[in-house]
């Protein structure tokens, strides 16, 4: 009980890892204050996984593996389960219908996906295709300007690279670099493929047909270089604004 008061007492916050019981590839690590009480660390994972707060329960592990506790109260701090930096929290969905059960949220080949075929996309007249085509014939110096469309922006990208923290605008929204390069889908030119840290986004990496990275549901997005800043911004906490 002494080791749980003085977790409780202290101002620093606590890095845990964080599993799911359904989302195999879902782990991330997260800062908590151990003055939150457990169904406010419920709310703040309910943000990244998608697991409602009533049907979420938490298990605490230390770094061997072994279980510390149940975090069966919600009523009662973090601080009280005595975590420390490097324990594993891992989220249990009850909820037999839930968003994550089935790997929908993982599998994408389960997601059923629009498709034509080359000879049925020939056959449109309003497709990307078709309107460069319509340049070409109208300005034969169109064939000059799609090299520069190609690489429209790609001098933005030489400070980019797969793996940054960065932050997007507009909006502030914060997440890591998963992919930069050509988009054909999008248009010609240069784009960046970020996942965000919160359900910001728009998809799983998978645009218009392409795959072009992975990560959860909902938090990918892709955007031009311009939009990107690189550098040190680390995931917000959206409780901080709320502690005194």
Known sequence: MATSRLQMEGDDSVLLHVTHSNLKSFAADVRFSPQMNVEAVKEKLWRKCGTSVNAMALELYDESGSKVAVLSDD??????????DGFRLHIVDLDPSSVTTGGWLEDTSLVEKYTISEEDYAKRTDSYRKFKEKRVAQNPAASEVKTKEEDFMEDLCANIKVGDRCQVEPGEKRGVVKYVGRAESLGPGYWVGIQYD???????????????????????????????????????????????
């Open 75 to 84: 009523t009662r701090p973090l601080g009280f389960y005595s975590p420390f």
């Open 198 to 244: 919160e359900p910001l986004g728009k998809h799983d990496g998978m645009v218009k047909g392409t795959r072009l990275f992975e990560c959860p549901q909902l938090h990918g997005g892709v955007v031009r270089p311009d939009k990107v800043k690189v550098g040190d911004y680390p995931e917000r906490d959206p409780f901080e604004e709320d502690e005194i």
